[in-house]
Every structure is written in C-alpha cells, then in structure tokens.
C-alpha cells in the first residue's frame, strides 16, 4: 500500500512505478461499493497474470473501504508541509480556455498565453497568490490536502516505510528505488534508466499533452499528438508510432506520436509539406519553453509562505493546529529525524514558538 499528502510527488512516485511494471490500483468513483467492486474484480485479475500490483490511497474517500485494507508493510511519502503549501499554491490548473486540441498554423502564443491558471480563495487567478492559504485550511482543504495522520486512523497499518520526497528527486532516485526493491520485492531499476529517474514529471504537467490537427494544411483529419518524453509509456507502443526521427527532432524532452491508424494517410498526405509541419512544430517547443519560464518566474517560494504567516496570527495558529493534530503526530512518532530534515517548517516552528508562546 502506498499513500501520503497531496504535493509530495505522488505523480512521479507513480511514473518510476510503472516504469519497473508495478500496476497502480486506487479508488477512484466515490462511491465505496463501486470501488469495492471494482478494486475486488482488479485484484483478482492481475493474480491470474502474476502482476505485482501496490494499491494507491491519494484522497481521503472512502473511508469504509480502508478500514478493510490489513497490510503489513506499506510505504508513505511525504514532505515539508511549508514546500506542501508552496505546491499547492502553484499548481498548475486548466485557465477557462483551454483546449486539448489545436489547429495547424493557429497562433501558438495566442494558444499558450492564457493556458494555465492558479487557485486563489475562491476560484481561479493568472498568477499565484498567498491568499488561497485560507482556502486550503478550510475543512476541504485539510482533508485533501494534509490527510496522513486521518489516513493512518483508516489503515490497519503494521510498519510504514517513509521516504521524503527529496529521496526520489534527481540523483537519488535511483538509490532510493533499490531500497525499495530490497524492502517490498519490487523490480530493481536498471542503471541505464537513470535518466528517466532524473525526470521531473511535473514540470509539463498541464501543459501536455497537446494534439494538433493537421486538417487546415491537408484536408484529412490527422491528428498528432505532443507530449513529455518521459510519459511514453502512457502510449502503447502497439497503437501509436514516434514521428521524433522523421521530422529529425532530437529533443530530450519532448515525444511527437502518431495513431497507427493513420500512419498510410499521414505519410502519403504529408511528404510535400514535411518542413511545414516541421517548422510550425519548432515554433510551438520553443512558444511553449518561453511562456512555460514566464509562469515559472510568477512561482512562489517558502520564504514568501513564512513571511505571510509570520503576519497573519489566525493562520499562522490554525496551520500550526492542523500540522499537530491531523498532520505529523504519526511521522513525529516513527521518524523524527525526516521532521527535523525538514528547513522551513522548523522555521515556522520557531516563528510560532517565538510569536505566540
């Protein structure tokens, strides 16, 4: 069983998961007899096929079911809870234009421009603010987002295994995963993947995927897909083929995929506008590279986090309240050396001692 707080890397937790054939079970309809069902039927299966599977809890839902699970061993991970804030606050979200879908030689910066949009205290804003705190700490806030101790209620937990999301950052992930195939039996990574375990799998997160129809330039619907590089495995290699060589794109980062059923249409239709196409796609990698560095510069950082606590008494008090009693009492109790490990919140510890003692 794997599960922990939101804004702690569950999402690039999940791709080296896949990456090493581990399949991802998890409640997902909100309603405890579908999930039951659903999850009970799974199971099932994957023991036919030999699968090894971990079972995934990221929402507090479903409260009921979890009192079912009996585990003993699981893995939680976890972070900061100031760097948690940091995440949360700036989250990529679907600005109220966007689309999944472009047509070819539409205006890539007008495409791009107004993508991406942030949460503020009551629904959604151009640019990070230190405001939306307030929504987070409210009743939903505090369920979804800071959840672990509520979930170890739920869980008829034996050991929980920590990791901090720094041990699956960069260099040390793949360390990190060998620890875990020693611990939990999965499959050992293969040092030829280091790259891929360097990834981050945030960074186009909203972004991508972005499919562009090719309607305008050829007169058949032809539709290709743009992603991160590193989510190829999202794509089965039976339904889809890479056009990264043919269009002689040697990016590291990106990944441009073709239906294959329609690789006869594309390559008889294409050929006479190949450097079109080419173009317009060299356009949009670097469209996107340059708005992507303009939101990241709107970014926030923990000390902007400390500063608005540092002048806020009441919520400065209330996320300290939440951190205690729903938050780090299970971690504080089994690893106080991660807490510890951890700058800001020992900053805000001290502001609070130092504040409101």
Same mark, same amino acid.
């Given at each position: ?179 875990? *195939?020693?611990? &939990?039996?999965?499959? @050992? !990574?293969?040092?030829?993947?280091? %790259?891929? $375990?360097?990834? /981050? =799998? ?61 690789? *006869?249409?594309? &390559?008889?239709?294409? @050929? !006479?506008?190949?450097?079109?196409? %080419?173009? $317009?796609?060299? /356009? =949009? ?73």
């Amino acid at each position: 069983v794997f599960w922990g707080s939101h804004g702690v890397g569950n999402f690039g937790f999940s791709n080296f998961m896949k990456k090493l054939d581990m399949i991802c079970i998890y409640y997902k309809n909100n309603d405890p007899i579908l999930d039951y069902c659903d999850c009970y039927n799974k199971l099932l299966l994957f023991k036919k096929i030999n699968g090894k599977i971990y079972f995934q809890i990221r929402e507090y839902f479903n409260q009921k079911n979890y009192y079912l699970i009996d585990v003993k061993n699981n893995l939680c991970l976890v972070r900061d809870p100031i760097s948690i804030l940091k995440a949360f606050l700036n989250l990529n979200r679907r600005n109220i234009n966007f689309i999944d879908e472009l047509e070819f030689d539409f205006n890539v910066n007008v495409f791009l421009k107004n993508r991406i949009a942030y949460v503020d205290e009551i629904g959604k804003t151009e640019k990070p603010t230190l405001n939306a705190i307030n929504r987070v700490l409210e009743n939903h806030g505090l369920s979804y987002y800071f959840h672990d101790v509520l979930t170890v209620k739920l869980l008829n937990i034996k050991n929980t295994y920590f990791i901090d999301m720094s041990e699956i950052l960069y260099d040390k992930t793949y360390q990190t995963l060998c620890r875990l *195939n020693t611990i &939990f039996n999965i499959k @050992k !990574p293969n040092i030829k993947d280091s %790259k891929f $375990y360097k990834h /981050n =799998f945030g960074e186009y997160n909203t972004w991508l995927p972005i499919k562009i129809n090719l309607f305008n330039l050829i007169r058949k619907k032809i539709i290709i897909i743009i992603d991160d590089k590193y989510k190829a495995l999202d794509y089965k290699e039976s339904n889809y083929i890479k056009l990264n060589k043919f269009f002689n794109f040697k990016s590291d980062k990106f990944i441009i995929l073709l239906d294959k059923s329609d690789q *006869n249409l594309f &390559f008889e239709h294409t @050929k !006479p506008f190949k450097d079109r196409i %080419k173009k $317009y796609l060299n /356009n =949009f990698f670097y469209s996107l590279e340059k708005q992507k560095n303009i939101e990241k510069n709107k970014k926030l950082i923990e000390e902007d986090i400390l500063l608005f606590f540092k002048n806020n008494h009441f919520l400065r008090k209330k996320f300290m309240q939440i951190m205690n009693t729903n938050h780090l009492s299970y971690i504080k109790q089994h690893r106080p050396d991660i807490v510890a490990s951890w700058k800001y919140y020992q900053e805000f510890e001290k502001m609070c001692e130092e504040l409101d003692s």
